[in-house]
Nanobody, 125 residues
Framework: QEHLVESGGGSVQAGGSLKLACTASGFTAKPYLMGWFRQVPGNEREWVASIYTIGGDTYYADSVKGRFTISRDNAKRTAYLEMNMLKPEDTAMYYC??????????????????WGQGTQVTVGS
């Protein structure tokens, strides 16, 4: 059974930093794309960043570009999201996602097959 488990969420003041981790287990084949999404109650799930596990190409939403960094450690089967210069509008539940099927996009939630349970990030003003 495939599992994604996020960690590292918490509460910080605006301008602070947090680093999220997502560890994958139970996968018979390594996902070829890992992504981070976030969601505020009442809103749709929003794509934040994606990384290809082979090659390491990264992609970011405009709202986080220059502040957030996605990375991965294939040996540890872990993806990270380093978040700097956090703003109150970054407050959300953050979800890790994994994609094994080829095709589709690197940013639409429906194109990712596996999801973690989420970790809360709260940024105070």
């Amino acid at each position: 059974q495939e599992h994604l488990v996020e960690s590292g969420g918490g509460s910080v003041q605006a301008g602070g930093s947090l680093k999220l981790a997502c560890t994958a287990s139970g996968f018979t084949a390594k996902p070829y794309l890992m992504g981070w999404f976030r969601q505020v109650p009442g809103n749709e799930r929003e794509w934040v960043a994606s990384i290809y596990t082979i090659g390491g190409d990264t992609y970011y939403a405009d709202s986080v570009k220059g502040r957030f960094t996605i990375s991965r450690d294939n040996a540890k089967r872990t993806a990270y999201l380093e978040m700097n210069m956090l703003k109150p509008e970054d407050t959300a539940m953050y979800y890790c996602a994994a994609k094994q099927r080829r095709g589709g996009t690197s940013y639409l939630p429906g194109d990712f097959e596996y999801w973690g349970q989420g970790t809360q990030v709260t940024v105070g003003s």
